[in-house]
């Protein structure tokens, strides 16, 4: 049983930084496809940004492109998300996921293998 445990979130005025953390069990960053999405309150979950298990090839949803980096560290089993410029529309519930098909994980988030229990980002303006 895979284990997603994301840590980071928290209250930030607009235009500012935060970086959430999304710690593994087993060696899931480097077998599965990780990901990002997010949910606002009363708003349907969205894909953020994705990065595979083999290449490294970055996906990002056009609403965070340019502001928002996804990466992983293999050695600590870790996926990260920067995220910078923040706007208040960025608000919401954030969770890591773990699929073993891209296709999955770009998507709507509609039967991914593993999911974090999220963590919640503010951005005040």
């Known amino acids: 049983q895979v284990q997603l445990v994301e840590s980071g979130g928290g209250l930030v005025q607009a235009g500012g930084s935060l970086r959430l953390s999304c710690s593994a069990s087993r060696r899931t960053v480097s077998t599965y496809h990780m990901g990002w999405f997010r949910q606002a309150p009363g708003k349907e979950r969205e894909f953020v940004a994705a990065?595979?298990?083999?290449?490294?090839?970055?996906y990002n949803a056009d609403s965070v492109q340019g502001r928002f980096t996804i990466s992983r560290d293999n050695a600590k089993n870790t996926v990260y998300l920067q995220m910078n410029s923040l706007k208040p529309e960025d608000t919401a519930v954030y969770y890591c996921a773990a699929d073993s098909r891209l296709a999955t994980m770009k998507g709507q988030g509609d039967g991914i293998d593993y999911w974090g229990k999220g963590t919640l980002v503010t951005v005040f303006s």
């Open positions: 990065i595979t298990w083999s290449e490294g090839r970055t």
